[in-house]
């Protein structure tokens, strides 16, 4: 299936710099890559590298490990598509894969892999971030191509999600073992622009102005909320994991623009206005809040920020072989396992201690660090957290 390709018409607006932290919106632009908090609807411009200019709709994910926002292009001066990653911080641009036209579409993210999946061409394909080579995994019949934009991936089973045909009612949900390439088809109720909740266990998705999910293992399917009156374009979800909010980039009747969040616990409904072509192919940076783990997180009394939460790391940016790093939380004399990371993924060390009596522990890092983003992740096997610094040097 070929790619669409969507242009917009925006108004540029002037607008403040504010703190960058977790539960983000980051999407594209005309302007540039944007990002607003979720809950106060800021919004800003992060960098004017990237933008919207041949991207595909609904070909967007989100490293939620390194906080690394990846999209799919196809830009006239290649002749072929591109696969961007940029940091969700800063808005920097990481890297660019070319890839072969329409051989690799419909992009998910595993982070715990930093394997990038996609569908093109008959072929289930996937990306190792790390080193750029593409190996096809699975080929399949051209009678069930997927619909461009509705695709999601559960991280802790591998499994990857596609919509392949529906009518006004129905439609075909196919789920391809990631590993193994073997492929599965239901037959469900027709689900438009799909996400999938790793705390839920869920698959959610819009049928007509409904909110509706699917216990894909249980082979249940729910109304959640049927007065969505709204309109969509059709890839423009995405799913915050924190506060367990389907997002969606809408327009009422007058088309003004909306970014619409539904908590798919409560019903409860929210929305934060936006200027028209901003937040193109939405993602949410959740900022490492959820587990990847099968254990079931649905209760609405999990704590789910006691037991993932930021690093307070300082200085920062950092200078010199020492950065010191907040302790709250972590129990005095705890054994915990330190791991220090840079933008591409690759881990350059990693160190296990006690945790201190302090407030505060100051070790030293490998030195001299490239300049650049660097991601550290503390855990005692019960709490995790995790920060982001940038090394000056």
Known sequence: MKPVRIFFFLTALLMGRYTIHAQNLIG????????????????NILDTQVNYNGAYMGFSTFDQKLHRYIWESHPDSTGKDEIGVADAVTGKILNIYVTPNHTFSEIEYDATNQMLYGMGDEKFTRMDLTTGKITTIATFSSSFNEVQGVTCFDPVSETYFYQAGYTVDTSLLCMINAKTGIRNMVKIPNMMMLEYSVSTGKIYGIKQFALASYDWKKNVYSVLNSNIGYYFSQGMSTFDEKNKQYVILGADSNHNNFIYKVNVMTGAETTCSTPIGYFFNPEVDY??????GSKDTTSKDTDTTALYGPLVIYPNPATGNRINVSMEGFTPGSALYVGLYNSQGICVQTRELAAPGTSSLSFPVPGPLNPGLYLITITDGKLKKTGRFLSSE
Request: one cysteine or more; proline letters at 0%; aromatic letters at 4%.
């Open 28 to 43: 594209l632009s005309g302007d540039g890559l944007v990002v607003m908090d979720l809950s106060t609807c800021k919004y």
């Open 287 to 292: 900022g490492d809040t959820i587990s990847s």
